[in-house]
T-cell receptor, first 112, second 107 residues
């Protein structure tokens, strides 16, 4: 069966520090991968998505970047965190055939 | 641009009453449309998708291309339906969600 792992679950980082959130998928190949930020009142904001290794589409200009070094690995990064980067980040993958998306447990990031 | 709009952030109805969660979409092509639900302390999960034309937990959603809407309906609400509901569209592998509607069913 397919599973998605996202870590860490919570993270507290100082302003100006780097960030690396990792997401891996098991049990499938060549998935579409997504990073979202979930905020109260603003729903799920699509940040990045990827349809293949090395292929990244950025939706919102910001202080973050994404990379897909392997087929089932999707990484969200920042060189220098801002206070405004605080939030709840969700990783997801979707199946090409049914288009259903499956979500990770999320990471609560607090920048202090 | 691909966009999904849910005009109601909060919706509260009594148990047994009908429920309708509104969703409008915009996309230059023909997107696939979905409703996702997030129950308390659970992951976001698929509720239903337009292409399956299914009814899940008593919910249905009808695509109206003229009004570009995909409203979610249930004739008789139950307390366990209380959750956060997101409408979503998939176009060219890009999955976009609306702002979400928090549905509360009062006993």
């Amino acid at each position: 069966s397919q599973t998605i792992h996202q870590w860490p679950a919570t993270l507290v980082q100082p302003v100006g520090s780097p960030l690396s959130l990792e997401c891996t998928v098991e049990g499938t190949s060549n998935p579409n991968l997504y990073w979202y930020r979930q905020a109260a009142g603003r729903g799920l904001q699509l940040l990045f998505y990827s349809v293949g290794i090395g292929q990244i589409s950025s939706e919102v200009p910001q202080n973050l970047s994404a990379s897909r070094p392997q087929d089932r690995q999707f990484i969200l990064s920042s060189k220098k965190l801002l206070l405004s980067d605080s939030g709840f980040y969700l990783c997801a993958w979707s199946v090409h055939l049914t288009l259903e998306a499956f979500f990770g447990q999320g990471t609560r990031l607090t920048v202090v | 641009a691909q966009r999904v709009t849910q005009p109601e952030k909060l919706l509260s109805v009594f148990k047994g009453a009908p429920v309708e969660l509104k969703c409008n979409y915009s996309y230059s092509g023909s997107p696939e449309l979905f409703w996702y639900v997030q129950y308390s302390r659970q992951r976001l999960q698929l509720l239903l998708r337009h292409i399956s034309r299914e009814s899940i937990k008593g919910f249905t959603a009808d695509l109206n291309k003229g009004e570009t809407s995909f409203h979610l309906k249930k004739p008789f609400a139950q307390e366990e339906d209380s959750a956060m509901y997101y409408c979503a569209s998939m176009g060219a592998q890009k999955l976009v969600f609306g702002q979400g509607t928090r549905l509360t069913i009062n006993p």
